[in-house]
């Protein structure tokens, strides 16, 4: 089944396959009620009103109430609209089709996930051959019935034996490990409970993890995260037994990540205190009595284990480099003046490097998609790898001492294929190319553009959509979808989604915008749209938008705004900033409540970016975007706020509250609705049922909204 666009008119015949339909379904919407308290805060002798905290309690008898009364009110709106089905319909074929990782070598075996299409969660297979007799190592489809249960990280033994993975519930950032045995495909008794935010770093027979105390059962999924911890388990023995090897109980909002080196001799230390910049300490394993011997102990800037020879580390780092090196610290140095540089920085942001066959495989971000160089071991340049239009690269697997890289490339039209890359010769081979039936990206172009914000900044956006259309005509209506992020130091590069596809079937446009915030362009890019300057950040993507109407590439009540998580919080900010910047407006899973979000589990360790309200420079400059204090009156888009009951990065609260606020504060006749996912969380593990479910809502609400369907619809639609 094809989609096409219809703008449907009442009467008349329809105009290169498009009429208009009338949505007024949303006049006068009875939103259920919400209850208004009297609470208020008062920051620095400003009185800040705060009637919807009662939300904040996600686990109360009244909160669970509301939201059975939000999500009933909400799919009783979604259910009329007449295309639902379709939309839904076409999406599942879209996302028929056999997906794999790039497959990673161990123990003699190729490794790699696949999916055969809509299955709920990826499947970890091996085989002795690329091309060869597949078996199952781990099925997480057979964890829960509903899919809702995830793998969510993993990590091989050394010598290719065991394999130790985290099983995540419903979407939350809680996790368990337990180990696998790899020759006799049997699980071990081993399970170690209350894992959040952690690696599994093989050493000999146990492994290195990263937990939280056990938290109290009413606050599991809301109460605040501290004394993050390391311990170290050994194969067999309970997790009462596990030796502690670091603690900071003078620091409790600091959180410790460890990895060791592939030969497995030296523990590496990484603390943080936010989402950017960390202490860096390394542990000889095989002293005697081994500690920890800090290199560095402040948080300004980044680094990373990749890789080491003998006593060397190899780090990757941004200090000194804002755009990033590779460089070698002696284990035993006593301060930098003893580090020497490996790959020099670059006008490219270096986004990640792999130390594999004495080469540096050096992923770099240019002008927001990937370039791929191949140094030499001291970071002379031998290769620029080819890519067919701009992209993601995902990868590179391989160990030190490997002849040979792989790794995949996607883009915002063409799903991820993996290659092998020779080493020797540089050679690249496709060992996985997916086959999408009635898909041909070759219908479909991406373009990038330039555009300036108020300040004269200048940053890129994509716009991606059939070819034909690439240069507006202003003839059709473009439904035009714009996603942005900006934040953390996190870039928005080219992706694959089928679900953005059922869009550009229809003759519409997905656009990404570049904006300040992000990681694109190296750290001051990233720091100029962090705490004061975040405002910024909401410039650029208004900017953006207004961009697409004023050049005619779409129109006002054809625009649609999206993003999620800090990106939810963008979209918030600039709904309430200007509400008659779109049309529809979808802030998922948002951080929506700036004054607060640093109470709830991990969100103290955003304050790296946003500042707290806890002094009084950080309350002004919060309190002038927070979109939950900055909802007014007015005319607002259709908007659909996505959440999860389950979400325990960004708690829902979030999204109660803004919802509550939003339905009160609507003057215009566009829907204000919450969907709610229930045994979902942020994102991560989340199964395809549900993926599909919401995409095609998503979809579904923009068009509708939009007074556009596709054509064709079948019966049980109407």
Known sequence: MLLCLTLMVQCGSPCEGVRKVSSDAAAGLPYPDTRRDSTVDDYFGTAVPDPYRWLEDDRSAETE??????????????????????????????????????????????????????????????????????????DPNTFSKDGTVA??????SRDGRHLAFQIAQGGSDWNSIVVLDLVGLHVLTDTVR????????????????????????????????????VYYHRLGDPQSADEKIYEDREHPLRNAYVSTTEDERYLVLSTVESTSGNALAVMDLEQENPSFHWFVQTFDNDYQLVG???????????????????????????????????????????????????????????????????????????????????????????????AESYFSFSSFVRPATSYRLDLGDFGQEVVFAPRMEGYNPDAYTTRQFRVTSPDGTSFPIFVTGKTALTKPDGKLPRPCLLYGYGGFDISILPSFSASRIALLELGGLFVVANIRGGGEFGKAWHQSGTKERKQNVFDDFMAAADYLVESGITDRGHLAIEGRS?????????MTQRPDLCKVAFPGVGVLDMLRYHKFTIGWAWAGDYGTSETREGFDYLFRYSPLHNVRKANYPATLITTADHDDRV????????????QSAQTGADPALIRIDVQAGHGAGKPTSKRLDEAADMLSFMLFNMQLAPCGMHAEDK
């Open 651 to 662: 708690v829902p609260a979030h999204s109660f509250k803004f919802a509550a606020a939003l």
């Open 65 to 138: 109430n509301w939201v059975s009364r939000q999500n009933a009110f909400t799919f009783s709106y979604l259910d009329r609209i007449p295309f639902r089905k379709s939309v839904r319909k076409r999406m599942q074929e879209l996302f028929n089709y056999e997906r794999r990782t790039a497959p990673r070598l161990k123990g003699g075996k190729f490794y790699f996930f696949k999916n055969d299409g809509l299955q709920n969660q990826d499947v970890l297979y091996r085989c002795d051959s690329l091309g060869g007799p597949m078996e199952v190592v781990v």
């Open 194 to 229: 209350w894992v959040k935010f952690s690696e599994i770093a093989w050493r000999g027979e146990g492994f290195f993890y990263s937990r939280y105390p056990e938290p109290q059962t009413e606050s599991a999924l809301s109460g605040k995260n501290a004394y993050h911890a």
């Open 308 to 402: 080491n020879a003998q006593a060397e580390l190899f780090i990757q780092t941004n200090a000194s480099a804002p755009n990033g090196k590779v460089i070698a610290i002696p284990v035993a140095s006593k301060d930098s003046s003893e580090w020497r540089t490996l790959v020099p920085e670059t006008s490219d942001r270096l986004e990640a490097v792999r130390w594999i066959g004495g080469k540096w495989i050096a992923t770099y971000v240019r002008e927001a998609s990937h370039t791929v160089k191949i140094h030499d071991s001291n970071g002379v340049l031998l290769h620029t790898m080819p890519f067919p239009e701009p992209g993601t690269v995902g990868g590179f697997t391989g160990e030190q001492e490997d």
């Open 566 to 574: 800090n990106g939810g919080l963008l979209v918030g900010a600039c």
């Open 151 to 156: 793998l969510s990280g993993y990590s091989f």
